[in-house]
């Protein structure tokens, strides 16, 4: 993993970005912290133009955005439209809102749409992919729905956006999902996975939790991913997400680093 290869999650940073000063001053704090792209998502409702215009006068690159999950499957031009606008080729299916997830025949119609809203995508230029949570790893026949969503669609037409930390919450193994998504796999939530003194499943930063990093990156490159994407949801150092991304992005720099 390049230095180039590495952003921030603004999920992490979402109660900064709530208008768009906000987003502006944010986005400059994530660029002098020494993030070189971010991944759009929980911020303040803006025009893309003028998004663009943000990202490229701190000089960030933006690698992917979460869109909302009906807009992506009922108007996925749309959403190649914009991603077009700020010069990203890639957006995530970001969670199965409204989807029951103990009823396989949802979980079929879901497949069913991401497939085919993957291809008007994919016609246009872009790519799909599927950011997972927990709920992914029901089983249905002896099957995870995380595999009946890959095993069920157009490598094509969606690809992944694996995310560490709920692989892991979900019983999964991290490594093993990066190595069984070889070349499908372009994005990777960097998100670690600890436990707090109540015994609870906390968020964590990178190297403060859990996971073994240096083998899920190992896994994940070759299976040839493109970008490793640091996100937090919660639990920040003193209640500041910034300081949470400077300690993820410090012990990437010094111990993850190709």
């Known amino acids: 993993m390049k230095i180039n290869q ?28 020494g993030y070189p792209a971010v991944q759009v998502s929980g911020i303040c409702a803006i025009d893309p133009r ?14 992917v955005t979460h869109e909302p999950a009906q807009t992506i499957l009922d ?34 119609q879901l497949i069913r749409k991401l497939d085919a809203a993957g291809k008007v995508l994919a016609d246009a230029g872009k790519t799909l992919t599927y950011h997972n949570h927990h709920g992914e ?33 979900g019983g999964g193994d991290p490594v093993a999902w990066c190595e069984k998504l070889r ?9 670690d996975f600890a436990i707090s003194q109540e015994c609870r499943q906390v ?30 949801d919660a639990n920040w150092i003193d209640d500041d997400p910034f300081a949470s991304l400077k300690i993820s992005l410090d012990y990437c720099a010094g111990k993850l680093y190709g």
């Open 6 to 33: 590495l952003a921030a999650q603004l999920y992490t940073v979402r109660d900064h970005a709530k208008t768009p000063a906000d987003l502006a001053r944010t986005l400059g704090r994530i660029r002098a912290m």
């Open 50 to 63: 003028e998004l663009a215009r943000m990202l490229a006068g701190e000089g960030l690159t933006c690698c």
């Open 75 to 108: 108007e996925p031009i749309k959403v190649a439209e914009k991603l077009s606008l700020i010069g990203c080729d890639y957006t995530a299916y970001p969670h199965p809102a409204g989807v029951d997830l103990a009823d396989k025949a949802a979980v079929q």
């Open 137 to 169: 790893f029901i089983r249905h026949d002896g099957k995870t729905i995380l595999s009946m969503i890959y095993d069920g669609t157009n490598p094509r037409n969606l690809q992944a956006e694996l995310d560490t930390y709920w692989v892991q919450s």
């Open 183 to 191: 070349n499908r796999l372009p994005l990777l939530h960097l998100k």
């Open 203 to 232: 968020f964590a930063e990178i190297g403060s939790g859990n996971l073994d990093f240096p083998r899920i990156i190992a896994a994940a490159e070759k299976s040839g991913c493109k970008w490793f994407i640091v996100e937090q």
